[in-house]
């Protein structure tokens, strides 16, 4: 769409007689199928233009909208970083996805059902499972806006202010704070973008920042639980390396002989002669085996 109209007249009497004239030669026959790509300004322009009624006609469109899911976008970013100048430098882990979670938002649609989010809606699409909705209600979701995901921020914008980030600093690393704060300067560097658009695209950085902390909490418990079972693993393996070196062949229930808790167990008495009778609290100390005597409180006396 972008060619001269001499050549989308060429495409014309293509389409229409099977044949197209090219220069001094002769009719040259072709029955071919010719696809073509265009973003969606210049198709508007095209259809715009009274000239073009009978292509336009002729002409099968397939709207391809841009990708919905945070998890794929992830991998897009990955394939174009591999492919510039930014495959040497080291790019901190969630950097891409807080970057994707962006990107991904400013293309979704505000969903009418009831309780779903925007947010909600950008994790089920990713295959997460989000308290009272399935899976099942996706397709109900993407049915429900035809043109969902045709506008939006591409992923050029964001591998261009990936890079900006970096030119601006001479380390040879990203996070996702970094990359989070270049796309907020870009904003303001974009001519495009309405007062009202630019105010919509902060408000989905504050919510992918907040999705960061949450992952950043999580990989925190994670490391913490993994940090404390490899601790406990070691201090078991100590102590039973020091009750076997205590008692070398001896008898291994006095080696690993685990005190228990202190406890208190309620026992029955017999009634007694002048009062009631009624049960008596038992207390072990902690610390003691079975062998060691138990301590009796001495209970509420008889008048």
């Given at each position: 769409?972008?060619c001269?109209?001499?050549?989308?007249w060429?495409?014309?009497?293509l389409?229409?007689?099977?044949n197209?004239?090219?220069?001094?030669?002769?009719?040259?026959y072709?029955?071919?199928?010719?696809?073509?790509?265009?973003?969606?300004n210049?198709?508007?322009?095209?259809?715009?233009?009274k000239?073009?009624?009978?292509?336009?006609?002729?002409?099968?469109v397939?709207?391809?909208p841009?990708?919905l899911?945070?998890?794929?976008?992830?991998?897009?970013?990955?394939?174009?970083?591999?492919?510039?100048?930014?495959?040497d430098?080291?790019?901190?882990?969630?950097?891409?996805r807080?970057?994707?979670?962006?990107?991904?938002?400013?293309?979704?649609?505000?969903?009418?059902?009831?309780g779903?989010?925007?947010?909600?809606?950008?994790?089920?699409?990713?295959?997460?499972d989000?308290?009272?909705?399935?899976q099942k209600d996706?397709?109900?979701?993407r049915?429900?806006?035809?043109?969902e995901?045709?506008?939006g921020?591409d992923?050029?914008?964001?591998?261009?202010?990936l890079s900006?980030?970096?030119?601006?600093?001479?380390?040879?690393?990203?996070n996702?704070?970094?990359v989070?704060?270049?796309?907020k300067?870009?904003?303001?560097?974009h001519a495009?973008?309405?007062r009202e658009?630019?105010?919509?695209l902060?408000?989905?950085?504050?919510v992918?920042?907040?999705?960061?902390?949450?992952l950043?909490k999580k990989?925190?418990?994670?490391?913490?639980?993994?940090?404390?079972?490899e601790?406990?693993?070691?201090?078991?393996?100590?102590?039973?390396?020091?009750?076997?070196?205590?008692?070398?062949?001896?008898?291994?229930?006095?080696?690993?002989h685990?005190?228990?808790?202190?406890?208190?167990?309620?026992?029955?008495?017999?009634?007694?002669?002048q009062?009631?009778?009624g049960?008596?609290?038992?207390?072990?100390?902690q610390?003691?085996?079975?062998?060691?005597?138990?301590?009796?409180?001495p209970?509420?006396r008889?008048?």
């Amino acid at each position: 769409m972008k060619c001269d109209e001499k050549f989308l007249w060429n495409l014309l009497s293509l389409s229409q007689e099977g044949n197209f004239k090219a220069g001094r030669f002769a009719l040259i026959y072709a029955d071919e199928m010719i696809v073509a790509h265009t973003n969606e300004n210049e198709y508007k322009a095209f259809i715009a233009n009274k000239k073009n009624e009978a292509l336009q006609s002729r002409i099968i469109v397939m709207k391809i909208p841009y990708n919905l899911k945070v998890s794929d976008e992830v991998k897009i970013y990955e394939k174009l970083i591999r492919q510039s100048d930014l495959k040497d430098i080291h790019i901190a882990p969630h950097s891409l996805r807080v970057a994707s979670i962006f990107s991904v938002l400013s293309r979704l649609k505000e969903s009418k059902k009831q309780g779903m989010d925007i947010v909600k809606k950008m994790k089920l699409y990713d295959g997460e499972d989000v308290e009272g909705f399935k899976q099942k209600d996706v397709s109900e979701l993407r049915s429900e806006f035809t043109d969902e995901g045709m506008s939006g921020v591409d992923p050029r914008y964001v591998i261009n202010r990936l890079s900006s980030a970096l030119i601006r600093t001479s380390t040879r690393c990203i996070n996702p704070l970094d990359v989070l704060r270049a796309l907020k300067d870009g904003l303001d560097q974009h001519a495009s973008i309405t007062r009202e658009e630019k105010e919509r695209l902060l408000n989905f950085i504050s919510v992918a920042r907040k999705e960061y902390d949450e992952l950043a909490k999580k990989e925190i418990q994670k490391a913490f639980v993994y940090s404390y079972e490899e601790s406990a693993k070691v201090l078991a393996d100590r102590d039973i390396r020091e009750r076997q070196e205590e008692f070398p062949g001896g008898n291994t229930d006095q080696a690993f002989h685990l005190r228990p808790e202190r406890k208190e167990i309620r026992l029955p008495f017999p009634r007694a002669a002048q009062g009631g009778g009624g049960e008596k609290t038992v207390r072990r100390p902690q610390g003691c085996g079975e062998d060691n005597h138990l301590h009796q409180d001495p209970g509420p006396r008889a008048a």
